[in-house]
């Protein structure tokens, strides 16, 4: 990429991402504009729209360095521990996905966009749930005993996680990640999780 005067063209492409992802976060995409985004980030509408000439490509990297880094951050948990507990994996699970209310609004935001009709970003949250199922597939696989209708299981623990982030944007209370995990626990625990 070209070079500019504030620096490599990767390091703006990374500003303008993270400066656009926050300004989402706290003010929502209405709120967020090209223009906006150029001021926060320090560099000039003509750098920006070098990279990005309308909104939705902008969005479109984002959807992708966000699942990106969420799916990371979870099969990162399961790679590095071999003898995962359910409760630490739950917990992991839901902190990650959960305890960032910038990143809760984005998600959000991304999935209203794929189910209104943006069939691209459509298609990039079918490919990170189903990375997401195999992740939860394969945490199962590794509990002894818990071996039958894995793939129900999976997409359950996945929904119970969307329905958490939309109650946690909707309520002022914080989301109860102890209490939740230990509720799914004692289903684990009763054979019906």
Same mark, same amino acid.
């Given at each position: 990429m070209a070079k500019t005067t504030k620096g490599s063209g990767k390091d703006n492409r990374k500003k303008i991402i993270e400066t656009a992802m926050a300004m989402i976060g706290e003010k929502g995409l209405d709120k967020t504009s090209l223009a906006?985004? /150029?001021k926060a980030s320090g560099l000039s509408?003509?750098?920006?729209?070098?990279?990005?000439?309308?909104?939705n490509e902008l969005i479109f990297d984002i959807a992708d360095l966000h699942m990106e880094r969420m799916t990371r951050?979870?099969?990162?948990?399961?790679? &590095?521990?071999?003898?995962l507990s359910w409760e630490s994996l739950l917990?992991?699970?839901f902190d990650t996905l959960l305890t960032s209310e910038a990143r809760s609004r984005l998600h959000l935001y991304l999935i209203r966009e794929?189910?209104?009709?943006? &069939? /691209?970003l459509k298609s990039r949250f079918q490919q990170t749930y189903s990375q997401w199922f195999a992740l939860v597939d394969e945490a199962y696989e590794k509990m002894p005993g818990f071996q039958t209708e894995i793939p129900a299981k999976?997409?359950?623990? *996945?929904? *119970?996680?969307d329905g958490f982030i939309l109650q946690g944007l909707l309520e002022t209370d914080p989301t109860?990640?102890?209490?939740?995990?230990?509720?799914?626990?004692?289903?684990?625990?009763?054979?019906?999780?």
């Open positions: 906006r985004i /150029s509408k003509g750098t920006l729209y070098y990279y990005y000439a309308s909104k951050a979870l099969f990162s948990m399961i790679d &590095e521990n071999e003898t917990t992991a699970f794929a189910i209104s009709g943006n &069939e /691209s999976s997409k359950f623990l *996945v929904a *119970v996680v109860p990640v102890k209490e939740i995990v230990d509720l799914i626990l004692k289903s684990i625990e009763a054979g019906t999780a």
